[in-house]
């Protein structure tokens, strides 16, 4: 039973209607997720759906915990406990939607492939929807539901493929062996999450830990063949790869600390496949200090 939900800051909240407060008194029929979405059942078909985001977490407190500091968001509280949001930094970007139905939910999808639970004739179908590169399809969530940006390093890793390849250019072996790379990844960090939580609300949640082979772990030995992780920075985002299991050798250039080269620099995985000149990549709009629309540049290799 959701006995009370405290909201200390307002934007988190991005529906009006059915109200939030709507939910108070109503017991939980089941908890699932869509997507990166955490969702919270309720009677009469209304849903609960919150996006953590990239610095949101969720932690288990004594019931009644109080809301103290700029970065707790929500407590939603319940006989045994409370549960409570936070959000690191000052970015805002935490989200809160309430929803009705299947319709409801529906509006949230982004409409990527439950890799889990797909054939690999489905995996290749999604794969094969645009020519994207295989780092930016993993984690766009049209495309797949899910994946984030360390657990796709992972993926593509354990599939020994480079995350500059285009999905376009894959064989069938290729695709194969990144399908079940994906299915192995995710199969092993969610029972080694579990293992590690042992029935206890998982606290410390990161997407940086010393079991992964690349994510997290530029410049540390690969575990399969002894080469520096290398790494490529983009936004907030830092993408890791092993040369050389991963592009043949190739080092691609982490230019994201020149002064001279930031403004210049792409700022998402889109900007990234304009600048590398992806076949039928949109460009975006010139901006200050920036390449002009159509920039087709290859990033700069080393060695």
């Known amino acids: 039973m959701l006995e009370a939900l405290r909201i200390a800051h307002p934007f988190l909240v991005r529906t009006v209607d059915p109200p939030v407060e709507a939910l108070a008194g109503e017991p939980v029929t089941a908890v699932g997720r869509l997507g990166k979405r955490i969702v919270l059942s309720f009677p009469r078909d209304r849903h609960l759906a919150l996006h953590l985001m990239i610095a949101g977490r969720l932690h288990w407190r004594e019931r009644g915990a109080a809301l103290r500091g700029r970065s707790m968001l929500l407590a939603l509280d319940f006989a045994g406990g409370t549960l409570v949001l936070s959000e690191a930094g000052t970015k805002r970007r935490a989200a809160l939607h ?64 480079s995350p500059f390849a285009l999905t376009g250019s894959l064989t069938d072996l290729e695709t194969e062996r990144l399908y079940q790379a994906t299915r192995a990844t995710l199969t092993s960090w969610i029972a080694r999450l579990e293992a590690q939580a042992g029935g206890r609300f998982p606290e410390g949640v990161t997407a940086f830990r010393p079991e992964m082979a690349v994510h997290g772990r530029y410049g540390r030995p690969c575990p399969v063949c002894g080469a520096a992780v290398q790494r490529v920075r983009y ?45 039928g990549a949109t460009p975006s709009p010139s901006t200050p200090g920036r390449r002009g629309a159509g920039s087709s540049r290859t990033p700069r290799r080393r060695g």
């Not at 004739?121 to 984690?139: D, G, Q, V």
């Not at 592009?247 to 889109?270: C, H, M, N, Q, Y």
């Open 98 to 161: 309430v929803v009705r139905g299947a319709a409801g939910l529906a509006s949230l999808d982004r409409g990527g492939l439950e890799v889990l639970a797909a054939s690999p004739s489905e995996f290749r179908a999604a794969l094969a929807r645009a020519n994207h590169t295989l780092k930016r399809a993993l984690t766009d969530p049209r495309i797949f539901a899910g994946i984030g940006n360390a657990y796709s390093d992972e993926i593509l890793h354990a599939a020994r493929a």
């Open 235 to 279: 936004a907030e985002h830092e993408m890791n790869y092993c040369a050389r299991c991963q592009t043949g050798g190739r080092v691609f250039a982490d230019r994201a600390l020149s002064r001279l080269l930031k403004a210049d620099w792409p700022r998402s995985l889109e900007e990234w496949e304009e600048e590398i000149g992806v076949p």
